[in-house]
């Protein structure tokens, strides 16, 4: 394997896979270098395909040898790529040269710059986005890579803006089939976010030792003029950083954490909070966001931007002017007076807190929380014990089906009904359906003005967002 991305013969470059979420921004950032980019895929569909046709870059509809003639100087194999799927076997074939994503990123766009990483189970792409927003504000002008759709950004979530930084979210998941370490462990980290450290990705950890171990790997990569900051409150963080050879700072809501959130308050569409510096006033924060799990994502970015040097004032306005991540508790529209909103959540620690944060955000209102088991966890029985306590939380659970379900056999697959049952046996009115649109019926029998769905994927759940924003304006319409 080589990428030779150095070599001036690179020209062209070809990237299997070019729809997914970091595929599609990175086929961007080669763009703008000035390369001649090239890729494949099936089912590109926004913002992927968006982000592709606003920069004029083609795609392939589908995997073809002949996609790959004239042959391409480099490609980038996308780790949804198997061997078997006809492009990589003629790469493989006439020895075209190939890389990692991550690679790509680790030889091409990182050196020169400090590598600021943020890493963890949950809050990542947000935090991650927070960052390059504070960055961007106080004029640093920093390159990032956001593993969601930012819109301070217009919608992108990449930037090259040639400053000192490469702010990135760090995913734990695999790198390519012929790479199945963590893609994190390519990007070098100066500085480090970890942000929480829970059990996830049944598809290709046994456990969440496993995945510590992962994380261990990380942490021994920052160097000893660097730093990590982790949150205080996880016992498994601090575990992983105990061999750590340079300095880890903690941040929390507790008074022991050397960054501390306190007075924590909802008003007028906003959460306000004070960030103390072991015991010292650091900056007064108001962000347009609610939850717990926002505060400490912010609190998080502070603690790294203020060792960066980046001025207070700058920091607190750039949060004050934060707009969330697409598809973190996104308005997607009211019809009939039923509000619906999407978030990504996808794993019970998530969906617990989106609920709670929705419970703050628009308190009065009944929740209908609608989830889709997508992921390759949630398709599996990993969660079957910790997701009713999370769901029970709504007033109404309505479960999709499990995605891909033949691909997993029965008795490791996750049960909706089960998981309804014991959400009803919590309190919690609760259903299992077979498909989006008996979820659509459904709601429309026993919603009402005044009640809120929250659609909670990683996924477009068979399109129920706009299925049911639809029916919904036509019951309205029907009763005016």
Same mark, same amino acid.
């Given at each position: 394997?080589? &990428?030779? +991305? #150095?070599?001036?013969?690179? $020209?062209?470059?070809? +990237?299997?896979?070019?729809?997914?979420?970091?595929?599609?921004?990175?086929?961007?950032?080669?763009? =703008?270098? @000035?390369? $001649?980019?090239?890729? &494949?895929? *099936?089912?590109?569909?926004?913002?992927? &395909?968006?982000?592709?046709?606003?920069?004029?870059? #083609?795609?392939?509809e589908g995997y073809r040898a002949e996609n790959l003639k004239p042959a391409p100087d480099l490609a980038v194999i996308g780790n949804a790529i198997s061997r078997g799927n006809p492009e990589l076997e003629h790469i493989l074939d006439e020895r075209i040269p190939y890389c990692s994503m991550p690679q790509l990123l680790e030889e091409y766009f +990182?050196? @020169? /710059?400090? &590598?600021i990483v943020v890493a963890g189970t949950h809050g990542k792409t947000t935090t991650t986005a927070m960052l390059a927003w504070i960055f961007q504000t106080a004029g640093r002008r920093p390159d990032f890579l956001i593993g969601g759709v930012a819109p301070n950004f217009g919608d992108r979530s990449y930037s090259l803006g040639g400053g000192e930084e490469f702010i990135i979210e760090g995913d734990e998941y695999d790198t390519a089939f012929f790479d199945k370490a963590p893609k994190f462990l390519h990007y070098h980290p100066e500085e480090l976010i970890l942000t929480s450290l829970e059990y996830d990705h049944a598809d290709i950890y046994p456990d969440l030792a496993s995945i510590a171990l992962q994380f261990r790997r990380l942490v021994n990569l920052v160097p000893r003029r660097g730093r990590i900051l982790i949150w205080g409150e996880s016992a498994e963080l601090k575990e992983v950083t105990a061999k750590a050879f340079c300095r880890v700072e903690t941040f929390g809501l507790t008074p022991e954490c050397d960054w501390c959130a306190g007075d924590i308050l909802w008003q007028d569409s906003a959460t306000e909070f004070?960030? !103390?510096?072991?015991?010292?006033?650091?900056a007064r924060i108001r962000i347009p966001v609610a939850g717990r799990h926002n505060v400490l994502d912010a609190l998080a970015a502070v603690a790294l931007a203020h060792g960066r040097g980046v001025? $207070? =004032?700058?920091i607190e306005r750039a949060l004050g002017t934060f707009e969330s991540v697409r598809r973190r508790m996104e308005i997607k529209g009211e019809a009939g007076g039923?509000?619906?909103?999407?978030?990504? !959540?996808?794993?019970?620690?998530?969906?617990?807190?989106?609920? =709670?944060?929705? $419970?703050?955000?628009?308190?009065? /209102?009944k929740i209908w929380a609608a989830v889709e088991p997508r992921s390759n966890t949630m398709r599996r029985k990993v969660f079957q014990e910790a997701l009713p306590?999370?769901?029970? %939380?709504?007033?109404?659970?309505?479960?999709g089906p499990v995605s891909r379900a033949q691909l997993i056999e029965e008795k490791d697959r996750l049960s909706p009904e089960a998981i309804a049952a014991a959400t009803r046996a919590r309190g919690c009115v609760a259903q299992a359906f077979g498909a989006t649109e008996e979820i659509?019926?459904?709601? %429309?029998?026993?919603?009402?003005? @005044?009640?809120? *769905?929250?659609?909670?994927?990683n996924g477009s759940f068979d399109g129920l967002t706009g299925k049911l924003l639809e029916k919904l304006a036509g019951r309205a319409g029907g009763r005016a």
């Open positions: 394997m080589t &990428s030779g +991305l #150095s070599k001036p013969a690179i $020209r062209h470059v070809h +990237l299997l896979g070019i729809g997914g979420a970091a595929m599609a921004p990175v086929a961007g950032m080669l763009a =703008e270098r @000035g390369f $001649r980019v090239t890729g &494949s895929d *099936v089912n590109v569909y926004p913002p992927a &395909s968006t982000l592709l046709r606003s920069l004029g870059i #083609s795609w392939n +990182l050196p @020169g /710059r400090s &590598s004070r960030v !103390a510096h072991r015991g010292r006033e650091a001025e $207070r =004032e700058a039923v509000l619906v909103v999407e978030d990504f !959540a996808h794993h019970p620690t998530a969906i617990r807190l989106t609920i =709670e944060a929705a $419970r703050t955000r628009w308190p009065g /209102r306590d999370a769901l029970a %939380l709504a007033d109404g659970v309505l479960l659509v019926e459904y709601l %429309l029998e026993k919603g009402a003005a @005044g009640d809120m *769905v929250l659609i909670m994927s």
